[in-house]
């Protein structure tokens, strides 16, 4: 069974950039603690991120994030999506409008530009063909940013929430949650490692 993954890493205070990210620093002033673990040699954090990543059907993410991704310090062939692990899945991208060009023409992407309810069917589509061709369940992953992970909360598209808590106070920069819809959640996991608390929810 195809299930909807909201993935993010966040700070203590709730931020999953630092003050200021912009298209040199993406991650913002601090931000870069928040993926340290996905960065790391620690044996378990390196489990959980390659489970993640193998399990990835399509991802969904948004305009900005894509840019970020795609632009001229963004991914390359040592680092992409699950960092070192260099998944390949489709992606799926929220747009107003497609990119004039692509840098990363090798991979496999889609523009929605009729809204993120789409995005998340076309990416369910897209992970339940791969989920038949590989004979086992793959998951759609929404992985950022924040905000298209906030609408999609709210939406009540999620089926799971998966957070890495960096241990980091960064005071300022871009909130995952905001004044919106409340949340019901049934704890499912809580994972302790040296560069963060990894939990996961199912969304009710």
């Known amino acids: 069974m195809t299930r909807i993954i909201a993935d993010i890493s966040l700070s203590l205070d709730g931020f999953v950039t630092g003050p200021d990210p912009g298209p040199e620093n ?13 960065f790391s040699d620690d044996p378990v954090e390196r489990r959980l991120l390659r489970g993640a990543t193998a399990r990835s059907g399509a991802v969904v993410l948004g305009r900005r994030l894509f840019d970020l991704v795609d632009g001229p310090h963004g991914w390359d062939e040592s680092t992409g999506y699950g960092a ?15 990119p004039p060009s692509v840098r990363r023409s090798d991979l496999d992407w889609t523009f929605v530009t009729t809204g993120l309810c789409d995005a998340v069917a076309v990416a369910r589509e897209r992970a339940e063909a ?6 086992r369940d793959l998951d759609v992953v929404l992985m950022g940013g924040g905000a298209t992970i906030g609408a999609a909360l709210t939406a009540g598209l999620v089926d799971v929430l998966s ?16 004044a919106g819809t409340p949340l019901s ?9 040296p560069n963060a608390t990894h939990l996961t929810y199912d969304v009710r």
């Open 26 to 38: 993406g991650l913002g002033t601090g931000g870069e603690a928040l993926h340290a673990w996905a």
């Open 130 to 135: 791969a989920s038949a061709r590989e004979g």
């Open 84 to 98: 070192a692990e260099v998944g390949r899945p489709a992606f799926v991208v929220v747009t107003g409008a497609p």
């Open 185 to 193: 959640l049934v704890q499912r996991d809580v994972i302790t490692t």
């Open 163 to 178: 957070l890495h808590l960096a241990p980091v106070v960064l005071g300022a920069g871009t909130p995952l949650f905001t």
